[in-house]
Nanobody, 119 residues
Framework: QVQLVESGGGLVQPGGSLRLSCAAP????????MGWYRQAPGNQRELVAV???????NYADSVRGRFTISRDNAKNTVYLQMNSLKPEDTAVYYC?????????????WGQGTQVTVSS
């Protein structure tokens, strides 16, 4: 139902920075909780960061202090600023949009964007 268009992935050296963007056109974006997840080959998909419709944030311990999630409701876009990148951050990063509550919550996923941290 919700189309999520991700961009900003690529190759970066350890210690470098990237900013991921996820646009969700055609919805009342401010109603949605947004999140970034990542999945490396052979691993489970894991939560990286979330930002609620009220702009509360939470981070995985592995990225706290290095990554910042933010949103621009006027642009229907959520961002993930990634600083001090490490090789273990290498993964496909997925944007997630969630609305509703309780048993009636619904989620949509983006197609994923590759982030590779390597020298």
């Amino acid at each position: 139902q919700v189309q999520l268009v991700e961009s900003g992935g690529g190759l970066v050296q350890p210690g470098g920075s990237l900013r991921l963007s996820c646009a969700a056109p055609g919805i009342i974006f401010s109603y949605y909780d947004m999140g970034w997840y990542r999945q490396a080959p052979g691993n489970q998909r894991e939560l990286v960061a979330v930002i609620t419709s009220g702009s509360s944030t939470n981070y995985a311990d592995s990225v706290r202090g290095r990554f910042t999630i933010s949103r621009d409701n006027a642009k229907n876009t959520v961002y993930l600023q990634m600083n001090s990148l490490k090789p273990e951050d290498t993964a496909v990063y997925y944007c997630k949009a969630t609305t509703g509550s309780g048993r009636y919550s619904l989620s949509s996923w983006g197609q994923g964007t590759q982030v590779t941290v390597s020298s």
